[in-house]
Nanobody
Framework: QVQLVESGGGLVQAGGSLRLSCAVS????????MDWYRQAPGKQRELVAA???????TYADSVKGRFTISRDNAKNTTYLQMNSLKPEDTAVYYC?????????????????WGRGTQVTVSS
């Protein structure tokens, strides 16, 4: 059973930093992409940062220059370093991954979501 396990959320003052982690547990063949999304109260879930297997990164305009996504392939873990945090960054942050697994039908790609981790930035 493949799961995404997030950690690193919490309460921080404006201007502070946090680092989120998302670890893949279970047997996998490869990771196609691992991304971070967030959802603030009353708002739709939005893409914060994306990282493809080839190393291409994408960031939401609102976090460019402040957030950095990275991955440790040996640990199957992706990170989101968040600096210069603002109150508007307050949200539940979700890890999302597209992962290939070996099945009886061959190699198949599946999508997974983590349960989310709360990030609260106080002013």
């Amino acid at each position: 059973q493949v799961q995404l396990v997030e950690s690193g959320g919490g309460l921080v003052q404006a201007g502070g930093s946090l680092r989120l982690s998302c670890a893949v547990s279970g047997s996998i063949f490869s990771i196609t992409a691992m991304d971070w999304y967030r959802q603030a109260p009353g708002k739709q879930r939005e893409l914060v940062a994306a990282l493809t297997g080839g190393g291409t990164t994408t960031y939401a305009d609102s976090v460019k220059g402040r957030f950095t996504i990275s991955r440790d392939n040996a640990k199957n873990t992706t990170y989101l370093q968040m600096n210069s945090l603002k109150p508007e960054d307050t949200a539940v942050y979700y890890c999302y991954a597209r992962i290939k697994r070996n099945t009886v039908w061959g190699t198949r790609e599946y999508q997974y979501w983590g349960r989310g981790t709360q990030v609260t930035v106080s002013s």
